[in-house]
């Protein structure tokens, strides 16, 4: 585990302490924890679904396979 000593405003540390008492959390640290996830979940790349993930893999294992315009890629990995 990771252990870091940050440095917040009054504004930055009300707003923690109200993460951390809308989610029943039981210290800033899992408030901390909590506002990652959620940025996580609403800014980071999502994981690839597992059927497109296939396509690409299939795509891959034909040699070289050339489009000629971008719509026949995407018609391709549909």
Avoid at 39 to 52: I, Q
Avoid at 70 to 77: A, F, I, P
Wanted: glycine share 2%; proline share 3%.
């Amino acid at each position: 585990m990771v252990q870091n000593i940050i440095s917040l405003s009054e504004k930055e540390d009300r707003i923690l302490n109200i993460v951390k008492a809308k989610f029943g959390l039981k210290n800033k640290s899992e408030a901390v924890k909590m506002i990652i996830l959620i940025y996580e979940k609403s800014f980071l790349e999502p994981e690839l679904r597992p059927e497109y993930s296939e396509k690409i893999e299939k795509i891959k294992k034909e040699k070289y396979h050339k489009f000629s315009t971008v719509d026949d890629l995407v018609k391709e990995t549909r």
